[in-house]
């Protein structure tokens, strides 16, 4: 079994692998969701651009969602946090202040 920088075990569930054994229980209920009717379009890894590719030696930016989905029209950007590190803080800022997204920690 390999475990990752934060002691986090890669673990497989229904064919696909997550990175935490938090992210695959998540996943898990959220398909159960799905199956109730409680939430619709499931989608994982969701890559958002935070900034654009601004030349030679410079590279585009992304935060990437655990999981997105819709509760009655909205959309819900989540994702499975264990430990916050400053990049995924920065990102979190930036992604309210670029696309107004404000993530939902789980």
């Known amino acids: 079994m390999r475990t990752g920088k934060y002691k986090n075990i890669k673990t497989e569930v229904g064919g696909y ?3 935490s ?4 229980k998540r996943y898990g209920v959220l398909r159960m969701m799905v199956l109730a009717n409680e939430i619709t379009n499931l ?3 969701v890559k958002f651009e935070l900034l654009p590719n601004q030349g030679e030696g410079y590279s585009k930016a ?3 969602a655990d999981f997105v989905y819709e509760v009655d ?3 819900i950007v989540e994702d499975v946090k264990g430990v916050k590190t400053p990049i995924y803080q920065l990102k979190k800022k930036l992604m309210k202040f670029i696309h107004n997204i404000v993530i939902y920690e789980t």
């Open 17 to 19: 692998t997550f990175d």
């Open 21 to 24: 054994k938090k992210e695959a």
């Open 43 to 45: 989608r994982m890894q």
């Open 62 to 64: 992304y935060y990437v």
């Open 73 to 75: 029209g909205d959309e």
